[in-house]
């Protein structure tokens, strides 16, 4: 396994502006898709994370819009994730729709206390799952 993953999400109508194009802040709820299904494939979910203390808030995030997704359209959503370690995490993002580039970007979490709020070294539980997918630590 590698330390990126792929799903698919069909655009809901809901997720359409007036002009019938994806409204550009639904792309960090995809985005967000492809970090929770990434996380799960690696084999840590943001609830076994908060069981652990541990929370994984945004810092910041970047979109670049490159072609509109339409209603109905079936984006793929590829999510990876930059393996520095560190108490910052990096998630890398590519959504296609028919192999053509709709959108890239990337979002930066930090591992933080769940009570103090304050910036942690990961966890070991993520440590180890990074080693296991990668030979790179």
Avoid: W
Wanted: aromatic content about 10%; glycine content about 4%; charged content about 25%.
């Amino acid at each position: 396994m590698s330390l990126e993953f792929s799903t698919q999400r069909r655009v809901i109508y809901a997720d359409t502006d007036k002009m019938g194009i994806v409204y550009n802040g639904n792309y960090l709820s995809y985005f967000e898709i492809g970090r929770n299904e990434l996380m799960r494939h690696l084999g840590l979910t943001y609830t076994e994370v908060e069981k652990s203390g541990l929370i994984l808030p945004l810092i910041d995030s970047y979109v670049r819009y490159i072609k509109p997704a339409q209603y109905d359209d079936i984006l793929d959503i590829k999510a990876s994730i930059d393996e520095t370690l560190s108490a910052k995490l990096q998630f890398i993002y590519t959504i296609t729709c028919k192999d053509e580039l709709i959108a890239t970007g990337y979002t930066n979490h930090v591992f933080a206390n769940a009570i103090t709020m304050k910036p942690v070294r990961p966890p070991q539980i993520f440590v180890e799952l990074l080693k296991k997918h990668t030979d790179k630590l």
